[in-house]
């Protein structure tokens, strides 16, 4: 019997796809996604449990897929694999208003559960631009960061328990609920940005927050980070209102955005060295507007400002939000253009552009990289200014520029889009190798055949 009829006939009741099927379909952020020989989209956390024991009875390597948003191969699959994809299980079981947790099923969306939770006035308390379709399995098995990081954390400190089926079938169940829990090992964070290589994660208890009832959006010009860092110092201390995100654009990268996305000249402060997207939470939409307003007023020459505008209309807010989210116009610009994804201490900020935009400068002088990012916790997102992809040579000469003295500093080669496969080799050249070590151990003792994502992360 064939792999397809074999799996067809152990879950009669779950989608199956072959490769020619797969082939026909979006595979998401990466076009290896749909490599596989086989698709399964179980109904339930037994049918994955099924599937999972009989790859391991049978040596066949599987893939947990979720919204397929993510940007460093995790999810990328090859002939002879089988794809396990959580889109068959999309309950929110439980929202607990009083509790502020939320009872969740993998394959749910981030923009489903966001939808869900105001109901009650409260939020996941992470955002991030692919919403409508990353996953809140997948953005456990990640790591997940986004906008909200700086002040609610990253995935890690929203998930308060989870289930997760292990690479020999059995289920692991910790959907704890409560904060404090100091019962022995906290296991749950062994499959919190392991992508899947650990096990699936099928359920997760999100912790909650309550939201403001309005919010305002400006978009700042500024000479540098430093400058903007000052406006976000404000922000944090103020008691009118709350600081929801505080997003940086280059100037290279935000004249690119201005071009693909058609604004005109004047209509927005485009034109200083840094721009500063700042979201502002409050009672209602004066009260941020006008806390925006008041705050900036108060801290403009302090911070040297060199521009400012507080949208007055949520189109307005929509246009601003644009430059720092329709990011995919980098792609469109640079087909397959090579990107990075760093953390940088926050002091160093315009220390670090300025050291590698010289640096890239030394290896191709046409190189002017496309930076942005998270300015609160230092995430800076790189993209080069070229089409993909480059030589291997090349490729690992970029990386060296981007990651020299990160570690030593305290800040990290890959803050929130993974390891996966795109970032093995620097994983094994960057990472310290008493983790790697430690990590290799793990997969050793959890995924012993190794039958559970292999090739991603520890290799």
């Not at 292990?166 to 940005?193: E, Q």
């Not at 990289?369 to 300015?375: A, D, R, S």
Request: glycine content about 12%.
């Amino acid at each position: 019997m064939s792999l397809l009829s074999t799996l067809r006939t152990l879950l009669p009741t779950a989608t199956v796809w072959d490769a020619a099927e797969l082939a026909s379909r979006d595979p998401g952020f990466d076009a290896r996604n749909f490599g596989a020989s086989a698709l399964v989209r179980p109904r339930d956390v037994d049918g994955i449990a099924a599937l999972v024991r009989f790859c391991a009875e049978h040596g066949v390597s599987l893939v947990a897929q979720g919204g397929r948003t993510g940007l460093a191969g995790g999810a990328a699959t090859s002939p002879g694999q089988v794809i396990c994809d959580l889109g068959g299980i999309t309950q929110i079981e439980e929202i607990d208003p009083f509790a502020r947790v939320a009872i969740v099923q993998a394959g749910v969306t981030l923009g489903a559960l966001q939808e869900a939770c105001a109901v009650h006035g409260l939020d996941p308390g992470i955002d991030l631009a692919a919403r409508g379709s990353a996953t809140v399995g997948g953005m456990a098995s990640t790591n997940a960061g986004g906008i909200m990081a700086f002040r609610n954390g990253t995935m890690r400190h929203r998930v308060l328990g989870l289930e997760a089926v292990l690479p020999d079938g059995r289920v692991f169940c910790d959907l704890t609920r409560v904060l404090k829990t100091s019962a022995g090992y906290d296991l749950k964070h062994l499959f919190i940005g392991a992508e899947g290589t650990l096990g699936i994660v099928t359920r997760v208890a999100v912790r909650l927050d309550p939201v403001a009832g309005a919010s305002a959006t400006a978009l700042v010009g500024v000479p540098d980070a430093a400058s903007a860092q000052r406006i976000v110092r404000h922000f944090l201390g103020s008691t009118s209102a709350r600081l929801s995100a505080a997003e940086i654009l280059w100037r290279n990268f935000a004249s690119l955005m201005q071009r693909a996305l058609g604004y005109a000249p004047g209509s927005l402060p485009l034109d200083a060295p840094c721009l500063l997207v700042l979201g502002l939470g409050a009672d209602s939409i004066e009260a941020a507007r006008s806390a925006l307003e008041d705050g900036l007023a108060a801290v403009w020459e302090e911070a040297g400002i060199l521009d400012g505008l507080v949208a007055s209309s949520e189109a307005q807010a929509a246009a601003m939000w644009r430059l720092r989210e329709e990011t995919v116009e980098i792609e469109r610009a640079h087909p397959m253009a090579p990107s990075f994804d760093v953390s940088v201490p926050a002091g160093g900020l315009d220390a670090y552009v300025a050291r590698i935009e010289a640096g890239l400068k030394k290896i191709d002088a046409s190189y002017a990289p496309y930076v942005y990012g998270h300015l609160a916790d230092g995430n800076l997102h790189i993209s080069i200014n070229c089409d993909g992809p480059v030589a291997h040579e090349r490729h690992a000469a970029i990386e060296d520029v981007l990651y020299a003295g990160l570690s030593d500093a305290g800040g990290s080669f890959s803050a929130e889009h993974g390891v996966g496969l795109e970032k093995r080799a620097a994983y094994e050249r960057h990472a310290d190798p008493v983790k790697r070590d430690l990590a290799k151990a793990i997969k050793g003792l959890i995924d012993p055949a190794g039958v559970m994502n292999p090739g991603k992360v520890v290799g």
